[in-house]
């Protein structure tokens, strides 16, 4: 004999007992348990040939906040019949319009429904509607089909298509056109008992129900013992659960932090809104430059200027080394300094920002180590190596004994330690505020090779106007293209992605 659970009985008896196969909501209503109740059960006696599931896709009508709204106001063309019949049976529209309280934009519509229905006469050059010889002796102006369903599905909730009738279809589709209604699919899951089913559902009815919790009265009482308690098979699977746990590039980051942490670094922050000085002048980047361009970073527009009182004697020494070189024994740009274009506000286009900020306090010592990991925006367009918002892992290194092949040794360790690299390369580069200036690139097999970022020592024409008197070596990586590596990943974009079975998938940084 086939062993049922309680709720597989009483649904076995249920689908029995109607004429053909049922859907879930009728089986939901006949049984009195929720829906994934009937669904548990009916998956268990599927598994058991007892009865078949088939998935059914139908269409469903439903309201719009719209259609609501007229359910209790009625439809503008009802509105203004009836004031059309209260005053007389034919007025002017405009007349009729504000005693039928229709705001402008619905006039036209209710004036074209009221035609369309044949319920009045307009005169264009009258302005007037005309009630209807057939109507003005009615009582009441009957009730289209279009408002008897507009009623039935706000008391009904969501109909099913196929139960209504031809002129209620046609109606549905008005009220489709009109946005008083939307169709939408629905998937239904439709049960029917097999023969086996039948057979098992008959003797079912004999059978002793079984208790499926043991409670504090059956125990007290002694009761357990007389019951017939419900066997659970723990080989059944079970929804798969996920535990809750850190983003995956988030704990990336930390780990990132935690290892230049133990280094000896110290961590640098600031603002994401920052002054042109320090992103730009202080690092002898030229006021004409491209980089400045609104194609290349993003402007603030209120307030647009920033406040550089605090820095009065940097932005002076900046300003000399621009124009003839200052103290540097360079010969500067040469031009003249606009204060103003210092002073404007900007979303930092780099975390090299927050060093110039560094090394302007003074507040170091000699030597030491300092980092940022820093949220930066650059007008960018977006493809699987470029984002318009990304983070940069940006560092520097304060000692007078520096040379490039510490800088190149530092580089060397983000990528083959961090991002899991197994070879790198350096290319010669430019920047204004560094020289020299190289450019990190790494391979990893399988992944390919992949852009960093540049590095380099600081310029005098960086260092003396902020008063540093011994070398420093700067880097600046993409810390995104940096965990892009480590996880195999060839977008950039997956790293925000919201892609929950991606999300799942990825291990836990301990």
Not at 120 to 139: E, G, V
Request: aromatic residues 8%; glycine residues 8%; charged residues 25%.
């Amino acid at each position: 004999m086939v062993e049922l659970r309680a709720q597989e009985q009483q649904l076995l008896t249920a689908l029995n007992k109607q004429d053909g196969p049922a859907s879930v909501e009728q089986l939901v209503e006949s049984c009195g348990f929720p829906d994934a109740a009937v669904m548990r059960s009916a998956l268990a006696l599927q598994e058991k040939y007892l009865l078949t599931i088939q998935a059914a896709t139908q269409n469903i009508i439903k309201l719009t906040a719209e259609g609501t709204s007229y359910v209790q106001t009625g439809l503008p063309e009802r509105r203004l019949i009836v004031a059309v019949a209260e005053l007389g049976g034919k007025a002017n529209l405009s007349e009729v319009a504000k005693k039928a309280g229709l705001a402008p934009q619905f006039i036209q519509i209710a004036q074209g429904w009221v035609i369309r229905k044949k319920w009045a006469f307009y005169d264009s050059k009258t302005n007037t509607l005309t009630l209807n010889d057939t109507l003005l002796h009615q009582m009441a102006i009957p009730e289209g089909c279009d408002e008897t369903l507009l009623k039935f599905i706000d008391k009904k909730g969501p109909v099913l298509i196929d139960d209504l009738n031809g002129e209620f279809k046609d109606a549905s589709e008005q009220l489709k056109k009109r946005k008083l209604a939307v169709i939408e699919a629905k998937t239904t899951r439709i049960l029917k008992i097999t023969p086996e089913g039948k057979k098992v559902a008959v003797d079912a009815s004999n059978v002793t129900p079984e208790v499926t919790q043991l409670t504090p009265e059956l125990i007290i009482t002694g009761k357990w013992r007389e019951v017939k308690l419900q066997k659970y098979n723990i080989k059944a699977p079970v929804a798969k659960t996920w535990g809750g746990k850190k983003h995956p590039y988030l704990s990336f980051l930390d780990e990132v932090r935690a290892k230049l942490v133990q280094l000896g670094f110290q961590e640098m922050t600031g603002t994401m809104v920052e002054a042109s000085f320090f992103n730009f002048d202080a690092l002898y980047v030229p006021q004409d430059h491209p980089a400045r361009d609104p194609s290349d970073i993003y402007y603030i527009k209120d307030p647009p200027y920033a406040s550089l009182e605090t820095h009065t004697q940097a932005v002076e020494q900046v300003a000399k080394t621009h124009e003839n070189g200052g103290l540097t024994g360079s010969t500067g740009w040469g031009y003249k300094y606009n204060f103003e274009v210092a002073r404007r506000l900007i979303l930092r286009g780099h975390g090299t920002c927050l060093s110039a900020r560094t090394l302007e306090t003074g507040k170091y010592v000699v030597p030491s180590r300092h980092f940022s990991i820093a949220r930066v925006y650059r007008p960018e367009i977006t493809d699987r190596t470029h984002l318009s918002e990304f983070n940069q892992v940006e560092g520097i290194i304060i000692d007078e004994r520096l040379t490039l092949r510490d800088l190149l040794g530092v580089l060397g360790k983000f990528a083959l330690e961090i991002a899991g690299a197994d070879k790198i390369r350096f290319k010669p580069d430019y920047f204004p505020f560094t020289e020299p200036s190289v450019e990190l690139s790494a391979y990893k097999e399988g992944y390919g090779w992949i852009e960093f970022g540049g590095s380099g020592i600081f310029r005098p024409e960086v260092l003396t106007p902020l008063d540093v008197r011994v070398p420093v070596i700067a880097w600046g990586l993409g810390v995104d293209r940096l965990y892009m590596m480590r996880s195999g990943i060839s977008d950039i974009r997956m790293i925000f992605s919201q892609d929950l079975d991606w999300l799942r998938r990825q291990r836990v940084v301990s």
